[in-house]
């Protein structure tokens, strides 16, 4: 039974479909856990990147994931290498030119910072529907196991900034791919699920 076990986890794991009848009721579960590993290694200090683009934001979108939460800010256009940032964890969210305190719920706020405008720079148009202090628009975070709140501050001088609500002082990481930055904040600091 135990070699029957391993053949169907390992054929699992490289991708080969069984059907139900062939899987032991007991083997799917031992399978399915062994097949999702969580990265580790990510840390909570600050993260920064000095590029800048003129690409405006266009939305912002979260997503549920086994061993994280996950926020994405999309700039459509944006080359991965010409996405500047700053995240890091902060005491209070303050809002950039007037200074203003932004509540965030949560354990810690992780302050997001994208080195482009959230309107059309040869305009001033917004290009994403967001006010200054409200939660972001479409965005809901019922079930996260990590986030608990997301907090648009504004757009000044060409920079977005965000303040997440995070249930408490987690690693995460920053992604910068081909039009969008990604923070993933991870679910606890053991890299388990």
Do not use: N
Not at 3 to 20: D, E, Y
Not at 26 to 47: H, I, K, M, N
Not at 126 to 132: E, L
Not at 165 to 170: D, E, H, I, K, N
């Amino acid at each position: 039974m135990l070699q029957k076990r391993m053949i169907c986890a390992t054929l699992v794991l490289v991708g080969a479909t069984l059907t139900t009848a062939a899987v032991p009721a007991v083997a799917a579960p031992v399978a399915a856990a062994g097949a999702t590993a969580c990265p580790t290694g990510w840390g909570s200090l600050p993260r920064t990147d000095s590029d800048s683009t003129t690409t405006p934001v266009r939305d912002i979108r979260t997503g549920r994931h086994d061993c994280y939460d996950r926020m994405v800010v999309d700039l459509p256009g944006a080359e991965r290498g010409a996405i500047g940032y700053s995240v890091q964890y902060v005491d209070r969210l303050h809002q950039d030119g007037s200074g203003r305190h932004i509540p965030v719920a949560g354990g810690v706020v992780l302050e997001v910072r994208v080195a482009a405008p959230a309107y059309a720079p040869e305009t001033g148009e917004s290009t994403y529907p967001a006010r200054a202090g409200g939660t972001l628009p479409g965005v809901d975070l019922t079930g996260y196991r990590t986030f608990r709140d997301a907090r648009f501050a504004g757009s000044f001088e060409g920079e977005t900034q965000i303040g997440l609500g995070v249930r408490a002082r987690l690693p995460f990481r920053v992604l910068q791919l081909d039009g969008h930055l990604v923070i993933d904040v991870a679910h606890d600091w053991t890299g388990g699920r």
